[in-house]
């Protein structure tokens, strides 16, 4: 089982980024899934969830602002960030709600201001 997390990269405050999770051993439909990010000296937090039922669900801080999504035929999971501020600058990981999968090294996000 594998989840890798891709898609980040600098970009300035308010603008756009879409983050990609891609599974492999494991059929992301299935499982509940999550967005996680971890900012420098940190901890990890929740960012983001999509159960089976596509039912989501957003911490707070990013929401109206992230969407997540999923593709059933890509097997793929993708967090639209729009308006992007400093704040949202960490490190990105994709995982499941329950009975997490190794971390892997996310992607990292970087937002100037």
């Known amino acids: 089982v594998q989840l890798q997390a891709s898609g980040g990269g600098l970009v300035q405050a308010g603008g756009s980024l879409r983050l990609s999770c891609a599974a492999s051993?494991?059929?992301?439909?299935?499982?509940?899934m999550g967005w996680y990010r971890q900012a420098p000296g940190k901890q990890r937090d929740f960012v983001a969830s999509i159960n089976t039922g596509g039912a989501t669900n957003y911490a707070d801080s990013v929401k109206g602002r992230f969407t997540i999504s999923r593709d059933n035929a890509k097997n793929t999971i993708y967090l639209q960030m729009n308006v992007l501020q400093p704040e949202d600058t960490a490190v990105y990981y994709c995982n499941t709600i329950y009975n997490k999968r190794s971390w892997g090294q996310g992607t990292l996000v970087t937002v100037s201001s």
């Open positions: 051993g494991m059929i992301l439909r299935m499982i509940n």
